[in-house]
């Protein structure tokens, strides 16, 4: 048995060791660097509403709206403040310094922000040639440069590869981990859809982002991408794929296609969704992403933008997570949502990162194991 005198040493050295950790934990979380992302106050609305571009593709590519217009269309016709943009609308204009000035001219005109950009058809981040996989990755510097310009806080890509699960993995990361590097120089968030695939799979994905081990590659887990195999039908369950991508969010997609009666999305439960979301510690934008063919684009966006209010206030509760043990109170995107036991010493566990407080006196981006007795709730 310890004598007393030692026993009191000990516990102050590990409570001296546990708020260091704390507080290097709060610093390197909170760091406008990597995680820009706007949060809904713990007393206001549980998430924000975006609206992603993909909603509007028939009539971007009908030639009946223009890129150029998306803000005050957004703004005017559906009260929406927050853009996502998809790179395919203005294709050549990444490094056009004029354009980019015109977009941001004019969602500040209607004070709309412009949350990311999704980049498609830059070629495959986990392809298996090594030299198409390197002119992948430097296809995406000029989406990363003009996000910036736009003031962003990401670039969405894709993590598709031809090889398997496990080579596939690997090559995805390599492709993932040399294009945050870039972005990371300029604060941008590099962050993967489910978009087929293996990406598709929630573990596979999951995984996938683990292994690059960069606080700025994350994920935007779309509610309804989660058809592996089209020609087989090979589908991974959308809401063990949600829960599985949502430590890693930076963004979330509200896919939408159809709806019933009372309102609801009838492919999706869009309130356990929306849990999942939340019990993540998750509060920043939701975009609505409506492909709907039943409705129209403009009465998809409506509805998908009703559900999401409805359960605005639903789900509206004072998100203050507190750690049972210490007392830390946070509540940004990054909130404490856990308290585990490593060892006899409580451990501070958020959606990127876990602070240890024992002899390792480490933190470290997920993911980081230890050995847990338990897992307080």
């Known amino acids: 048995m310890l004598r007393p005198e030692i026993a009191s040493l000990q516990n102050s050295r590990r409570q001296f060791l546990f708020q260091s950790a704390v507080a290097a934990s709060a610093i390197a979380i909170a760091s406008p660097r990597f995680f820009p992302i706007a949060q809904a106050a713990a007393t206001e609305l549980p998430f924000k509403i975006s609206l992603a571009q993909w909603s509007l593709h028939k009539a971007l590519k009908a030639g009946e709206i223009d890129n150029l217009d998306f803000a005050k269309i957004s703004k005017e016709e559906y009260g929406i403040d927050a853009i996502e943009y998809v790179n395919q609308f203005f294709k050549d204009k990444a490094n056009d310094a004029a354009y980019l000035a015109e977009l941001n001219k004019r ?90 695939g293996l990406s598709s799979n929630g573990k596979w994905l999951s995984e996938t982002i683990a292994s690059v081990a960069l606080p700025n590659c994350g994920t935007l887990p779309d509610f309804g991408n989660f058809i592996i195999d089209r020609k087989t039908g090979e589908e991974y369950d959308r809401y063990l794929g949600v829960t599985e991508l949502m430590p890693f969010a930076k963004s979330v997609s509200a896919k939408s296609h159809d709806f019933d009666a009372a309102g609801n999305e009838t492919h999706t439960d869009y309130a356990k969704m929306m849990k999942i979301v939340l019990d993540a510690g998750y509060h920043g934008y939701v975009g609505i992403e409506y492909e709907g063919k039943e409705l129209s684009e403009k009465d998809g966006i409506k509805a998908t933008k009703a559900l999401l209010e409805r359960l605005q206030k639903e789900l509206a509760v004072a998100d203050k997570s507190v750690n049972g043990n210490v007392g830390l109170e946070l509540t940004t995107n990054q909130t404490v949502n856990k308290s585990v036991m490593c060892d006899e010493a409580p451990v501070i566990e958020n959606a990127y990162a876990r602070v240890c407080p024992n002899s390792c006196q480490k933190l470290e981006r997920k993911p980081f194991f230890h050995r847990m007795r338990k897992v307080l709730r």
Request: charged share 25%; glycine share 10%.
């Open 107 to 196: 969602a500040a005109e209607h004070g709309v922000t412009q949350v990311l950009v999704m980049i498609d058809g830059e070629g495959n981040l986990g392809d298996t040639n090594e030299a198409a996989r390197t002119k992948a990755v430097e296809n995406h510097y000029k989406w990363v440069d003009a996000a910036k310009t736009l003031g962003c806080h990401s670039i969405r890509v894709n993590a598709a590869t031809q090889a398997n699960y496990d080579e596939g993995k690997k090559l995805a990361a390599d492709g993932l981990r040399r294009v945050s590097e870039y972005a990371a120089k300029v604060g941008i968030n590099v962050i993967v859809e489910n978009h087929g």
